[in-house]
């Protein structure tokens, strides 16, 4: 139990980014993580709020395309400290990351699935989403030009005062790094670990304005393969009892 029993990439340094995020957040703000995988960062960043007591809006974005688990050395599809569980777990959901993300999460961190937003689709269509959030955390594809498109996209959502930060800022991933240092300039963010982060003081305000949800949200089960649509889904098991923390949700059936 717990978002240690999920596999994942998650790095103390990104835990300390949600930690700040969270004890930063106004009540009634959101925070967005941008690439979920299994869940594992997003188990650990639902219970911290969860644990904070305040209404916090948690979404969770990717659009968990992966439909095989791929040999070790693909940085996207192999967790290094699960590697088992995640083979299972794909084949127990029947063969999808998406499944396998549900099976995991309902498993090991269902009061945490419950706060949480999903939105399954491109990160930079889900970004349109948004007016003002407080929180972003970009562990998406990680070459040049989707680190650029990611902050592109999401940079203007992110409110006076909020965080916009990510993942694998080391030369291992150039394109990170070279996407940050282009957006901000050298000096506009700072890396601890691996983990960047920028706070941001221009903007609106660091409240947690939601767009227009509805918009985007298809009650279907979604289909693999790319797609530009972005699918809103309360895929918790109702454990919460406050379930009106996922307001501006559509529910949509789950497989
Ligand atoms: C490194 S993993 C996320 C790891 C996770 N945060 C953790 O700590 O375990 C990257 C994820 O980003 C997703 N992804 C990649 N490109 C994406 C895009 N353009 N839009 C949405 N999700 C994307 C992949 O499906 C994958 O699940």
């Known amino acids: ?20 995020m969270v004890a930063t957040c106004p009540g009634g703000g959101t ?6 995988a299994f869940g594992r960062s ?7 709020v969860l644990k904070s007591g305040k209404y916090i809006r948690v979404v969770a974005v990717d659009n968990w395309y992966k439909t095989s688990y791929e040999p070790p050395h693909d940085h ?14 794909m ?3 029947g063969g999808s990351q998406w499944s396998a993300f549900l ?20 990160s930079w269509e889900a970004a349109k989403a948004f007016g003002f959030v407080h929180g972003v955390f970009l562990d998406a594809a990680h070459d040049y ?3 650029s498109r990611d902050i592109a996209a999401w940079a203007p959502h992110v409110g006076h005062g909020g965080i916009l930060a990510g993942d694998d800022h080391a030369p291992d991933f150039p394109g990170v790094q070279q996407a940050c240092s282009e957006a901000f300039g050298p000096s506009g963010y700072t890396v601890r670990g691996r983990t960047w982060r920028r706070r941001c003081e221009d903007g609106r305000g660091g409240g947690g304005e ?46």
């Open 76 to 89: 996207t599809d192999t967790p290094p400290n699960g590697d088992a569980v995640a083979l299972e777990a």
């Open 42 to 48: 997003l188990a650990f960043l639902a219970g911290e």
């Open 91 to 93: 084949r127990e959901g």
């Open 210 to 255: 939601w767009a227009d949800a509805s918009r985007h949200a298809y009650p279907v089960d979604t289909p693999e393969g790319e797609s530009d649509e972005v699918q809103c889904r309360d895929v918790g098991v109702g454990l919460h009892p406050q379930r009106g923390l996922r307001h501006g949700a559509s529910t949509g059936s789950i497989r």
């Open 145 to 147: 030009e989707s680190v």
């Open 103 to 122: 099976y995991l999460m309902r498993q090991h961190a269902p009061r945490e699935l419950d706060i949480v937003h999903v939105m399954r689709g491109q």
């Open 31 to 36: 925070i967005c993580e941008v690439g979920v």
């Open 1 to 20: 139990m717990g978002y240690e029993s999920i596999p994942g990439w998650f790095s103390s340094e990104a835990a300390d980014v949600y930690r700040d």
